[in-house]
């Protein structure tokens, strides 16, 4: 059976399975792609259609207790959590804002004004030159600035 054949069978009954076991609609849709892309590394051979089921049905299983043991090893914590145990109320926009920078802005701004650190000292922890620290600050400076911008309008 070709994998278009494959998806077309199981897809569904295996979309059943992992939003049983992850409760979450994103994470099984990710569960059924990785299921698949396993199909497609591995090529099994099967001996008839119940065999290559029972295989599908054991990998998206497998799959779905990865991502349940990944989720409780690395528990997240929402961003309205966050910035509420962060911030003053009045501040939750500003977090907001800077948690929406691109990750190289992000970390430049928050080393420079959060934690106060030096351009120097920003260069060396996250070894770059002190001119991209002092460029990234400008650019993300930029980016809040434009956002403000646009709240305001």
Not at 122 to 143: C, D, F, P
């Given at each position: 059976?070709?994998?278009?054949?494959?998806?077309?069978?199981?897809?569904n009954?295996?979309?059943?399975?992992?939003?049983?076991?992850?409760?979450n609609?994103?994470?099984?849709?990710?569960a059924?792609?990785?299921?698949?892309?396993r199909?497609?590394?591995?090529?099994p051979?099967?001996s008839?259609?119940?065999?290559?089921k029972a295989?599908?049905?054991?990998?998206?299983?497998?799959v779905?207790?990865?991502?349940l043991?990944?989720?409780?090893?690395h528990?997240k914590?929402?961003?309205?959590?966050?910035?509420?145990?962060?911030?003053?109320?009045?501040?939750?926009?500003t977090?907001?804002?800077l948690?929406?920078?691109?990750?190289?802005?992000k970390?430049?701004?928050y080393l420079h004004?959060?934690?106060?650190y030096?351009?120097?000292e920003?260069?060396?922890?996250?070894?770059?030159?002190?001119h991209?620290?002092?460029?990234?600050l400008?650019?993300?400076?930029?980016q809040?600035r434009?956002?403000?911008?646009?709240?305001q309008?």
């Amino acid at each position: 059976m070709s994998i278009e054949e494959a998806v077309m069978n199981y897809s569904n009954m295996l979309y059943r399975i992992c939003i049983v076991m992850l409760c979450n609609e994103q994470d099984a849709q990710d569960a059924i792609q990785d299921t698949f892309c396993r199909y497609l590394e591995k090529r099994p051979d099967f001996s008839d259609g119940e065999h290559e089921k029972a295989w599908l049905i054991s990998v998206a299983a497998n799959v779905c207790r990865d991502m349940l043991r990944f989720r409780s090893r690395h528990p997240k914590v929402s961003i309205d959590e966050f910035t509420d145990s962060l911030a003053a109320p009045q501040e939750l926009d500003t977090i907001r804002e800077l948690l929406e920078l691109s990750p190289k802005h992000k970390a430049v701004i928050y080393l420079h004004y959060v934690e106060g650190y030096h351009v120097r000292e920003i260069a060396l922890m996250l070894k770059i030159s002190e001119h991209a620290v002092k460029k990234r600050l400008q650019r993300g400076r930029e980016q809040l600035r434009l956002s403000w911008k646009e709240a305001q309008a």
